[in-house]
């Protein structure tokens, strides 16, 4: 598989749940924003989150930051999706610290720094966040922004994998039949390339026609059975 094709778009988080302490009249504020957001009427979430935003809700600044990353409802200005990704990062919104490091990964509205991106995906990956672990996994596994590791890039895409994140499930897949960081495993690497398709990832094709190919009768066999022990019993414990 060329390298070069395994980039995920990623969406920007839009964080929709706020905390119990949140009144009652700001919650509702905040799912009128993401009911009209999904309808596609972008101004009037923006108009609903904005004042959230100001009043420090920090979901309603990532929201608020994401609109004017991308346009949605307002002129795109990536100068004022940082000013609020940054605000609601410093609130330790998870979600935010990743879209700041992917604004840096990616060069969006700011020089191109994969160092500073990886410090925000460290950090937005201490909250669990399945993205921010699959984009420090990557940045470890094509060694940008920090010291090449396939060892740390497997634990990182495992793990997101198995929070049933498709782009890691796909990416261990690949490391696993490629051998990179241990030997081939091209059994392994059907499992988990099977349990990406099932969550939409074409890429993972390549990978599962590759290790059936290298497969034995009796391994695929058993390469079936862990894959149903694993879709009937949660991917927890997947190997």
């Known amino acids: 598989m060329n390298k070069s094709g395994r980039f995920y778009a990623l969406t920007f988080a839009i964080y929709c749940v706020l905390s119990q302490s949140t009144v009652l009249a700001q919650e509702d504020r ?3 924003g993401v009911a009209a957001n999904e309808r596609g009427h972008f101004a009037t979430a923006l108009r609903a989150w904005l004042p959230l935003a100001e009043e420090g809700v920090a979901e309603a600044q990532n929201n ?3 609109m004017y ?9 990536y100068a004022n999706a940082m000013q609020w990704y940054r605000r609601a990062a410093e609130q330790g919104l998870a979600e935010a610290q990743l879209n700041i490091g992917l604004l840096y990964y990616y060069g969006y509205g700011v020089a191109t720094n994969h160092r500073e991106a990886v410090s925000w995906f460290r950090e937005a990956s201490e909250g669990e966040l399945p993205e921010a672990e699959y984009m420090l996994a990557l940045a470890y596994e094509q060694g940008t922004g920090i010291e090449l590791d396939y060892r740390e890039a497997r634990r ?10 498709a782009p890691a499930q796909m990416m261990f897949a690949f490391m696993l039949q490629a051998g990179e960081g241990l030997d081939s495993d091209p059994l392994r690497a059907y499992v988990w390339g099977k349990i ?4 939409g990832s074409e890429e993972a094709i390549d990978v599962t026609s590759i290790s059936t190919i290298l497969l034995e009768d009796d391994e695929t066999i058993e390469a079936e059975s862990i894959l149903r022990r694993c879709l009937e019993e949660g991917l927890e414990n997947c190997p």
């Open 30 to 32: 905040f799912d009128a």
């Open 64 to 66: 608020v930051g994401h």
């Open 69 to 77: 990353e991308k346009g949605l409802g307002v002129a795109q200005n």
């Open 156 to 165: 990182l895409f495992l793990k997101s994998a198995r929070a049933n994140y």
């Open 196 to 199: 990406a398709e099932l969550n």
